[in-house]
C-alpha cells in the first residue's frame, strides 16, 4: 500500500515569497492534516479536514496560510507571503474516517517538505 | 488551550540501559498516541491507550495511561541503537475533542 506523497521536498524562498505544498493521503483515508514542525518541536496542527471539510483550523494563521482539499482526496498548502518564522517542516498526514466505537485512528504521515525561508 | 509537556527533553543512554519519558496534559484526554521519529524522518504510530489505567506492551516498550488520563508514559527495556530517535506523545482532550496536540518530544540517543 502507498504511503502519504508529499511534494516538493525540499523549498528554500526569500520572505515575502509565496510557497505552495502538495499531499495525496492515503487511498481511503477520509482525514486529511496538515502539521509545522519547527526542529526541535512537536508537529503543531495547522488545519484537519474530513473529506472535503475543515474539522479544525484554529491554528492556522490565515493572513498568510491557506489550504484546500477540493475533491476530498489531494490537499494543497500555501504561504502568502513567507516569513522568516515560517522555516520548518510541513507534514501532511492521514488517518481513515473515525468508526463509531471506535476510537480515533491512527495518523500515518508523508516524508515532510522541509521549508528554509530567508 | 490543551498542553501536552513532556519530560525530559534530552535522555542520553548506555545501550542495554532502561529509558522512560514522561508526558503530562493540562486537561483529561478522551485518548493518547505515541509516535516515534528517527532523526530525518517523519512521525511513526506506535500505539494509542483509550482506557484510565490502561498498559500496553510491545516487546521491549511499555505504555501507560494514568487513572486520570491526564499522563502517559513510555518505558523501553534493555535499549538497543535502534531505539535512537524523538519519543512523542499527542493527546487528544475529552468532549468529543478531535484534534491531536503533540508533546515536544524526548530525544533519546544511545552510546553502544
Known amino acids: 500500500e502507498a504511503g502519504v506523497a508529499q511534494s516538493p521536498r525540499y523549498k528554500i524562498i526569500e520572505k515575502r515569497q509565496s510557497v505552495a505544498f502538495w499531499c495525496n493521503p492515503i487511498s481511503g483515508h477520509a482525514t486529511l492534516y496538515w502539521y509545522q514542525q519547527i526542529l526541535g518541536q512537536g508537529p503543531k496542527l495547522l488545519i484537519q479536514f474530513q473529506n472535503n471539510g475543515v474539522v479544525d483550523d484554529s491554528q492556522l494563521p490565515k493572513d498568510r496560510f491557506s489550504a484546500e482539499r477540493l475533491k476530498g482526496v489531494d490537499s494543497t498548502l500555501k504561504i502568502q507571503p513567507a516569513k522568516l518564522e515560517d522555516s520548518a517542516v510541513y507534514l501532511c498526514?492521514?488517518?481513515?474516517?473515525?468508526?463509531?466505537?471506535?476510537?480515533?485512528?491512527?495518523?500515518?504521515f508523508g516524508p515532510g517538505t522541509r521549508l528554509t525561508v530567508l | 488551550g490543551q498542553q501536552v509537556m513532556q519530560i525530559p527533553q534530552y535522555q542520553h543512554v548506555q545501550e542495554g540501559e532502561d529509558f522512560t519519558t514522561y508526558c503530562n496534559s493540562s486537561t483529561t484526554l478522551s485518548n493518547i498516541q505515541w509516535y516515534k521519529q528517527r532523526p530525518g524522518g517523519h512521525p511513526v504510530f506506535l500505539i494509542q491507550?483509550?482506557?484510565?489505567?490502561e498498559v500496553k506492551k510491545q516487546k521491549r516498550l511499555t505504555f501507560q495511561f494514568g487513572e486520570a488520563k491526564k499522563n502517559s508514559s513510555l518505558h523501553i527495556t534493555a535499549t538497543q541503537t535502534t531505539d535512537v530517535g524523538t519519543y512523542f506523545c499527542a493527546g487528544r482532550g475529552g468532549q468529543g475533542a478531535q484534534k491531536l496536540v503533540f508533546g515536544q518530544g524526548t530525544r533519546l540517543t544511545i552510546n553502544p
Open positions: 491507550l483509550v482506557k484510565s489505567g
Open positions: 498526514a492521514s488517518s481513515l474516517y473515525p468508526s463509531a466505537g471506535a476510537a480515533y485512528n491512527e495518523q500515518f
